[in-house]
């Protein structure tokens, strides 16, 4: 059935659409339809642009509200693509990781004599990384300047 389709159609049929329609009419609404898109998809940056809020006149206080709600509202919008919440996402972003649980105080008098007795306190030893990344290493030292070199900034 698709092969006796394929002989009734004609390149004289397929060209009807066009024929009687010049080519200068074919490119003004090729033209005309691309122009309409792009004003289109531009208008919101446009309008952005010339409505937006001027910050020029806003004092530095406004103008850091105006930040401020903006942050927020992208920290929401991350929050939300993540399936977090703004809370938990704003707070490890101020502080980092969150803290963990402090270890329960006891207050037994047999540790106390414990650990006046060891002479230690209640910190756990440290590793031998944390040792030598409180250790002070000495720098390179820097060359003397000479007087005799004229100073460019003064």
């Known amino acids: 059935m698709s092969d006796t389709l ?3 159609t ?4 397929l060209m009807k659409h066009f024929q009687g329609s010049s080519l200068k009419s074919i490119i003004i609404f090729t033209l005309i339809i691309h122009a309409v898109l792009l004003a289109g998809t531009s208008f919101p940056y446009l309008y952005k642009m010339v409505v937006g809020e001027n910050a020029s006149e806003m004092s530095e ?3 850091t509200e105006t930040a ?3 942050a927020t509202a992208v920290l929401r919008e991350i929050a939300e693509e993540h399936g977090l919440k703004p809370q938990d ?4 972003l101020a502080g980092g990781t969150p803290k963990a649980p402090k270890a329960p105080k006891t ?11 060891s002479g230690t306190d209640s910190e756990t030893p440290k590793s031998s990384i944390e ?3 409180e250790t002070k290493a000495v720098g390179p030292t ?3 300047p000479e007087d005799d070199e004229e100073d460019l900034f003064n």
């Not at 540790?111 to 006046?116: C, F, L, N, V, Y």
């Open 142 to 144: 820097t060359p003397k």
């Open 89 to 92: 996402l704003s707070s490890k």
């Open 131 to 133: 040792k030598e990344l």
């Open 107 to 117: 207050n037994n008098a047999s540790t106390k004599a414990s650990q006046d007795d």
């Open 68 to 70: 401020m709600r903006k």
């Open 10 to 13: 004609t390149p004289d049929q």
């Open 6 to 8: 394929k002989e009734e």
């Open 61 to 63: 206080k406004e103008r």
